[in-house]
């Protein structure tokens, strides 16, 4: 539960962050890192779009320097975006200065005021500098998708032993997801819809 849903005590550092964003309605907010890519992102775009789904993607800057085609295509469908640094960069190996300048590289493409920091990690100084700039979403349950010792079947029984009302729920359009995604990704959203749970796209204002 460490990993899937992250602690009380966690949160309460970083009192300005976003975990879990609370509506009228049940309400979740699915989430996809790491992207864009040619061979998983378009299949996510597929899917959300057969399922009439709108998503937050927070985005690697070194691979939409690669691929801008698809951070216009997932703001042509309807989704937000966000910053997820220039090079998946941890806060914690590197001086403030030197996240801060990756951080400010990959706005430049980007343009989102959305923020998450590569594996949830953030230097508390660091935070509070880049909360000036940026909208700090964390999240309120990581499916797992990524843990190649994780079957499927396990990553969609995180979804739905965690999920609740305002959970802001990861997946990542990675290779090192992609066979655990896709099994889990559709199965998931026809869970949740089942439960009553509608889907937002995080605002970039």
């Known amino acids: 539960m460490l990993i899937e849903q992250p602690p009380l005590l966690y949160r309460i550092l970083f009192p300005d962050t976003v975990w879990r964003i609370h ?15 040619p061979e998983v992102t378009p299949w996510v775009l597929d899917t959300l779009d057969s399922f009439g789904v709108k998503a937050t993607f927070f985005l690697v800057g070194d691979n939409v320097s ?23 960069m941890q806060s914690t ?6 996240y801060l ?7 430049k493409l980007i343009g989102s005021r959305l923020f998450r920091p590569p594996h949830g990690l953030v230097r508390w100084s660091t935070a509070k500098v880049l909360k000036r700039h940026f909208s700090l979403i964390m999240y309120d349950l990581v499916s797992r998708d990524y843990n190649s010792k994780l079957t499927g079947e396990q990553v969609l029984d995180n979804v739905k032993r965690y999920a609740r009302k305002g959970s802001i729920i990861v997946f990542h359009d990675s290779l090192k997801a992609e066979r655990n995604m896709r099994y889990a990704l559709p199965r998931a959203i026809e869970w949740l819809k089942a439960k009553g749970y509608a889907f937002e796209a995080i605002p970039m204002k």
């Open 93 to 98: 190996k590197v001086s403030t200065r030197t």
């Open 101 to 107: 300048r990756n951080v400010a590289m990959a706005h």
């Open 23 to 37: 509506r009228r309605r049940r309400t979740v907010f699915l989430t996809f890192d790491d992207g864009p890519i």
């Open 66 to 88: 690669r691929h801008p085609e698809l951070l216009r295509e997932i703001l042509r469908r309807g989704h937000s975006v966000g910053n997820h640094t220039m090079n998946h």
